[in-house]
């Protein structure tokens, strides 16, 4: 069975920080990995996905994330945050064999950030 | 395109009161999931379903049933609400077929509370 474990629960940033948001996962097999946010009040949207390719990903708003296979390992970057990234963050894993596997997903890490 | 809808987006039941909670998607994706999200503890996946007619359960689905009478609807059935019931349920669906890259769009959630 599949897990992933994010390291911190809540981190608190002032704005322009850097951000490392840490991701673990378990599984024997290839995946296919994803960040989702979700905003206070909203649904959760995706941020970036790693499917194949060149390790490290970009998604929107400035984030981008590195795959490490030797580590497992899927860490979400921000080099300068803003207010505005105050938001749940959720690392995601699925099986890359195609079939109709929901995500695992990991607990989440509350990010604030303090003006 | 709506996406995916859902709704009500909150709702209090009494324990042992039944409701079914609706989930609508326009985007003629073939794969639907619904997930319950507990405080703390990340997203777990309930049921899903491949296509029309076809369900399978995930990791937690006592307490809860499925059916998918079209592609575009897959409602979630409580029979008896229970107080561990109380979550943020998400719908979400995504185009499958054979692929494990393409990205899972969520709806807005629904806030059930079971008192």
């Known amino acids: 069975a599949q897990s992933v474990s994010q390291h911190n629960h809540h981190v608190i940033l002032s704005e322009a920080a850097s951000l490392e948001l840490g991701c673990n996962y378990s599984?024997?097999?290839?995946?296919?990995l994803f960040w989702y946010v979700q905003y206070p009040g909203q649904h959760l949207q995706l941020l970036l996905k790693y499917f194949s390719g060149d390790p490290l990903v970009k998604g929107i708003k400035g984030f981008e994330a590195e795959f490490i296979k030797s580590k497992f390992s899927f860490n979400l970057r921000k080099p300068s945050v803003q207010w505005s990234d105050t938001a749940e963050y959720f690392c995601a894993v699925i099986s890359s064999g195609g079939g109709a596997d929901g995500l695992t997903f990991g607990k989440g890490t509350h990010l604030i950030i303090q003006p | 395109n709506a996406g995916v809808t859902q709704t009500p987006k909150f709702r209090i039941l009494k324990i042992g009161q039944s409701m079914t909670l609706q989930c609508t998607q326009d985007?003629?994706?073939?794969?639907m999931y619904w997930y319950r999200q507990d405080p703390g503890m990340g997203l777990k996946l309930i049921y899903y379903s491949v296509g029309a007619g076809i369900t399978d359960k995930g990791e937690v689905p006592n307490g809860y049933n499925v059916s998918r009478s079209t592609t575009e609807d897959f409602p979630l059935r409580l029979e008896l609400a229970a107080p561990s019931q109380t979550s943020v349920y998400f719908c979400?669906?995504?185009w499958g077929r054979g692929s494990s890259t393409d990205t899972q769009y969520f709806g807005p959630g629904t806030r059930l509370t079971v008192l």
């Open positions: 599984y024997g097999g290839t995946v296919n």
């Open positions: 979400a669906s995504r």
């Open positions: 985007m003629n994706h073939n794969y």
